[in-house]
């Protein structure tokens, strides 16, 4: 079991709210990433950090932001969460070209 | 445009037969390809990881092949189980940095 997680698990929330998704790893690992999955789909990267104080944005346009102050933490976060915003958002860091994903964020926004 | 295909369909297996999944992609040139395992409603497990120059991999009872000519992928489980019902993804490392995943194709072993 990888030492990397994610809160919360679940989250129903209403529309205009903000939300922070956050995830934490153990590993020391310098790169952490975000994907937005839904169901049968593939894995769409929005964010990615090479290290502290490194983000880029994915290949998917995303309005969420990252940010990168401490290597362990990489939150996540959407100003203002939109019924489109729906999905699995998985946190994910590597090392030596193997991920480590946590066990992601069901969000639904209504 | 840049695509990872894997068969949408499931793939039904008897438990105790070989289960072969395919990945093909196409525009890439991976240095490495990993599979990974999803089970519903978690993230992915990592499982093996083979390199451009390499044709092939084992890990117990799985197998990993991969054809740079062919651009495509097989990744095989041997005498199956009803425990190796998942989802399995194949992605592709392009730079040492991104990672691209395909839409997996779902292993159903029956008893």
């Known amino acids: 079991e990888a030492d990397i997680y994610q809160t919360p698990r679940y989250l129903v929330i209403g529309t205009g709210k903000k939300i922070t998704l956050e995830c934490s790893q153990t590993?020391?690992?310098?790169?952490m990433y975000w994907y937005q999955q839904d169901p049968g789909m593939e894995l769409h990267l929005i964010h990615y950090?090479?290290?502290?104080?490194?983000?880029e944005k994915g290949d998917l346009s995303s309005e969420s932001t990252v940010s990168r102050i401490r290597t362990e933490h990489f939150p996540l976060t959407l100003e203002s969460a939109r019924p489109s915003h729906t999905s699995q958002y998985l946190c994910?860091?590597?090392?030596?070209?193997?991920?480590?994903f946590g066990p992601g964020t069901r969000l639904t926004v209504l | 445009s840049q695509k990872i295909e894997q068969n949408s369909e499931a793939l039904n297996i008897q438990e105790g037969k070989t289960a072969t999944l395919t990945c093909n992609y196409t525009?890439?040139?991976?240095?490495?390809l990993q599979w990974y395992r999803q089970d519903p409603g978690r993230g992915p497990v990592f499982l093996l990881l083979?390199?451009?120059?390499?044709k092939e991999k084992r890990k117990e009872r799985l197998k990993v092949t991969f054809d740079t000519t062919l651009k495509q992928s097989l990744f095989h489980i041997t005498a199956s189980q009803p425990a190796d019902s998942a989802t399995y993804l194949c992605?592709?490392?392009?730079?040492?940095?991104?990672?691209?995943f395909g839409s997996g194709t779902k292993l159903n072993v029956k008893p």
């Open positions: 950090s090479y290290g502290v104080n490194s983000t």
């Open positions: 994910a860091s590597s090392h030596n070209n193997e991920q480590f």
């Open positions: 083979i390199r451009e120059n390499e």
């Open positions: 590993m020391g690992h310098d790169k």
């Open positions: 525009n890439y040139s991976p240095a490495y």
């Open positions: 992605a592709l490392t392009v730079n040492f940095n991104k990672f691209y």
